[in-house]
């Protein structure tokens, strides 16, 4: 276990206590609605902020213990962080900022801008180094905080809400090379989001937080299948599909095909929302472009609706209402019709 | 971006103000004596004034820098209790008469002072009527433009970059010079030039506290000060000169700021 630590810290009103275990090699999402308390957290994790209660360790090494009076000031923890609007320093080119950590960790001149050259090409920005942040795109501007972050092999790498700034087509790009660099990095990684798609996408585990307290815990696929509050269920109960892009369709690694209304091509992932659902007892008329049969393998009811689990070529998470849910008799082991329009399903780059 | 047109009655007292700032300045330029001009500005005294008043004007602003930073950095950032009297404190001679600023300067670094009879009595230095005791007394009195030009500048910087520096192993010291100092440096420009304007055009705590010495101790303001009794035409051109020197140092400020927001956007 790389990082090991419960945080309690007070803000005003709000008392945030929650329990932080990331392995090495690990991505944790710490998923909220804003002012949950998921940045405090990690401000707290980077020493930004002392903890009221709580320690925190990480490699075995004791960063913050506030019984034991231990406080590592965040210069001489090795951490790496990304903030969501980036906060390059304005007046240094790209190459320097990279340069900056290993500069001031004790590196030569030469090894610090050696290091952060790889770095800069290896996040795609070959060539950029020159520039000065106010010179770069969104996107570009997000990979050189990544290069900034991991140049020195942190032990732990921190992620504030790092794709909420950019529009939404960078962040697709943004997020599939996101990916790749998370699973290139050895160390533990913590994500705080707000955006369920950057959670179910990027991390191993997602620790749902709702005021200040963790609600739910599990890999993204247990929490969206058995949401245990409504609000988890409204927040993560997209569907992931991976697949590759051909034209409209998209055939996925399990066998289904998938409609979609955008072109796609490649390796791709597909998101359904589960609201997007429906269900049928037979074929529906009409020749919609996705029907899939399907086998009920278990629901849920959360509020007013019912979210059932499906199994065969598409497996999708299903949200219906308990009326529609009692007049369809679904049990376990039902045989069922599942329908969603080209138009709803969303296609990210994987 | 659409303006709205002036209403009338701000816009006769406006142009009243604009009349009531300029015109004393064109009645400057009306009667200089521009046949003269020459004669005058290579005057003995003129010279050495001028240079005296540039050379202590420059020092008091590269002490003001030097200390006056550091303390805005305290005022802006540090969580000590008692910045509030810290700032009230610090800002007085921003509104003390420069008199009163030179009579206490003299209580405590003259002769009989409680500072300058020790100082006097340990190294056989007294400060009073020197070059020394220009340098101070414009230190005095434009230190705090300076400070509290930083200190805005301070507020306004996104003290997040400093969190940023904090990840990447920087301490505070590192912190404060390499991310810190740039991100603030047009503020600090524009401290120094506005410090070394006011120190430029020191007058009551100067002549208070160093005297009128030609040579040692007469500035610019108070050569102008004392020519306008003996000989006006003097006193024109030597102001001549200050506005001139004041103008230019409009123009390095107006040019700074507009070369900064150019490449900002």
């Given amino acids: ?350 | 971006m659409r303006r709205a047109r002036t209403p009338a009655p701000l816009l006769v007292p406006a142009a009243l103000a604009v009349t009531f700032l300029v015109l004393p300045l064109a009645g400057l330029l009306v009667r200089t004596p521009w046949s003269q001009l020459g004669t005058l500005l290579t005057a003995p005294g003129v010279g050495q004034a001028l240079r005296l008043s540039l050379v202590s004007a420059t020092v008091a602003t590269l002490v003001s820098v030097v200390l006056g930073v550091p303390l805005a950095w305290v005022l802006a950032r540090s969580r000590a209790r008692g910045r509030t009297v810290l700032r009230a404190l610090v800002t007085v001679p921003l509104v003390l008469p420069p008199v009163v600023g030179g009579v206490a300067l003299f209580l405590v670094l003259g002769r009989q002072g409680i500072v300058g009879r020790w100082l006097a009595e340990a190294t056989g230095i007294t400060i009073p009527f020197t070059t020394t005791a220009v340098v101070i007394a414009e230190t005095f009195v434009a230190m705090p433009f300076l400070v509290i030009s930083v200190e805005g500048a301070l507020r306004a910087a996104d003290a997040r970059f400093e969190d940023a520096a904090a990840t990447l192993g920087a301490d505070r010291w590192t912190t404060f010079r390499r991310v810190t100092l740039p991100l603030v440096a047009p503020g600090v420009a524009a401290g120094a030039v506005l410090c070394w304007a006011r120190a430029l055009g020191e007058f009551g705590a100067t002549i208070t506290f160093a005297g009128n010495f030609p040579g040692t101790t007469q500035t610019m303001p108070l050569a102008v000060y004392l020519a306008l009794q003996r000989d006006p035409q003097a006193a024109i051109v030597l102001s001549l000169v200050l506005l001139l020197v004041s103008v230019a140092t409009l123009l390095l400020l107006r040019d700074r700021w507009l070369g900064r927001s150019g490449a900002a956007a």
């Fill in chain 1, 1 to 350: 276990m790389t990082l090991d630590a419960r945080v309690v810290v007070r803000r005003g009103p709000l008392t945030v206590d929650v329990v932080l275990q990331v392995a090495d090699g690990e991505v944790l999402a710490v998923l909220g609605p804003n002012g949950a308390g998921k940045s405090t957290a990690l401000r707290v994790l980077a020493g930004l902020l002392p903890p009221d209660a709580g320690r925190v360790a990480v490699d075995g090494r004791t960063w913050d213990d506030v019984a034991g009076r231990v406080h590592l000031p965040t210069h001489r923890r090795p951490l790496g962080m990304v903030f969501q609007d980036h906060l390059l320093f304005p007046h240094l080119s790209v190459l320097e900022n990279v340069a900056f950590g290993p500069r001031t960790r004790g590196a030569s001149r030469a090894a610090a801008r050696a290091a952060a050259a790889g770095w800069i090409e290896r996040v795609g920005l070959a060539g950029l180094g020159d520039r000065r942040p106010g010179q770069l795109s969104g996107g570009q501007a997000q990979r050189a905080a990544l290069a900034r972050a991991l140049v020195g092999d942190p032990a732990l790498l921190l992620l504030d809400e790092p794709l909420s700034a950019l529009d939404a087509r960078t962040r697709l790009a943004v997020r599939a090379e996101l990916r790749r660099h998370l699973a290139d990095f050895g160390g533990s990684t913590v994500l705080v989001t707000h955006d369920p798609v950057d959670a179910m996408a990027l991390a191993d585990r997602v620790l749902v937080v709702e005021d200040g307290v963790v609600v739910q815990a599990g890999t993204p696929a247990d929490v969206a299948r058995r949401p245990r509050t409504d609000y988890v269920a409204r927040l993560v109960g997209l569907s992931l599909l991976p697949g590759v892009g051909e034209g409209t369709a998209v055939y996925l690694d399990g066998g289904g095909t998938v409609a979609v209304a955008e072109p796609a091509a490649g390796p791709v992932l597909v998101a359904i929302r589960p609201e997007s659902v429906a269900l049928y007892p037979s074929r529906p008329g009409g020749s919609p472009r996705n029907a899939w049969p399907a086998t009920v393998a278990g629901a849920t009811p959360h509020g007013s609706t019912v979210r059932v689990e499906l199994d065969g070529p598409v497996p999708l998470l299903a949200d219906v209402t308990a009326t529609a849910f009692a007049e369809l008799g679904l049990a376990p082991g039902s045989p069922v019709w599942a329908v969603v329009k080209a138009s709803e399903v969303a296609v990210y780059a994987r």
